[in-house]
């Protein structure tokens, strides 16, 4: 039979096996190839699921389909796979460039998305408190971390401490979040996870017995009950980061030029 149109042979079905072997193909994608990143990502998807406890090597690999020996080929041991998830906080991120008159404004920059990038994955504090940034690939950060501060102004032995203090209350302030909305969600039974447990059943729960308390003995938890349990999580973060830095500029050189006496 032909194509009257064309004048040329129609062509004829695919047969069975053709189909067949067509469907087989397309039901076994090609797999990407492991790399170095694909296990620091699949290793994220995993502690967002299972917090830090429930990441192991072998659930990573259950994540990537593959064996657990396969990992080795791109990372030595977990240790090094969670020091690899923390220098990833860095990535994309700059410290600016020092100015002195303008030195609590770029740290309250630098806090705050700190901050934020610690809250992007679950119990990332957690991994963050256990290392330092000394490597190779972070020590431009800490490097430009204490050029704010010196030149600032900051006398050399206050400078030394300030880095490791702003990055210390970061770290602490992100893991008692975690610890709160564990437990909010834990008092609702809803899986929540609030800024801070304000509007919970649990705080009706600490005010309440705050103010329950005699007056004689506990003046002070009655009187600032309210102050403690409700605001957000974003204004205890600023309000504690002001005291650090009201704190760091009180050893700055006065303008008749006398240092703080206790700078050295």
């Known amino acids: 039979m032909t ?4 004048g040329t042979p129609a062509s004829p079905p695919p047969s069975p096996w053709e189909r067949e072997r067509s469907a087989r193909a397309s039901a076994a994608p090609a797999r990407a190839p492991l790399s170095r990143e694909r296990v620091v990502e699949a290793a994220f998807v995993v502690l967002d699921r299972q917090g830090l406890d429930g990441l192991s090597m072998r659930q990573v690999a259950a994540e990537l389909g593959v064996a657990v020996s396969a990992l080795y080929a791109h990372v030595n041991s977990k240790d090094d796979l969670l020091e690899l998830m923390y ?8 410290v600016p460039d020092p100015d002195p008159e303008r030195w609590q404004e770029l740290v309250r920059d630098y806090a705050r998305f700190g901050r934020q990038r610690l809250l992007a ?4 504090a957690r991994i963050s408190m256990a290392h330092a940034p000394f490597t190779a690939e972070l020590l431009p950060h800490v490097e430009a971390l204490l050029a704010l501060f010196r030149t600032a102004g ?13 990055s210390t209350y970061i770290d ?10 564990d437990r909010a969600g834990r008092h609702d039974g809803d899986g929540a996870s609030p800024d ?25 938890l009655r009187a600032l009950a309210g102050l403690m349990v409700t605001e957000s999580a974003d204004e205890r973060f600023d309000v504690g980061l002001e005291i650090i830095l009201r704190g760091l500029a009180s050893y700055l050189p006065d303008r008749a030029g006398r240092a703080h006496p206790d700078a050295d």
């Open 3 to 6: 194509d009257a149109a064309a």
């Open 87 to 94: 220098a990833r906080l860095f990535d994309g991120f700059r």
């Open 121 to 124: 994955h679950r119990d990332m």
């Open 154 to 166: 900051l006398p050399d032995r206050i400078a030394a401490e300030a880095g490791d203090l702003i």
């Open 172 to 181: 602490g302030f992100v893991l008692e979040e975690g610890v709160w909305q």
């Open 196 to 220: 801070r447990p304000e509007g919970h059943q649990m705080v009706d729960d600490m005010q309440s017995y705050f103010a329950s308390l005699p007056a004689e003995d506990f003046p002070h």
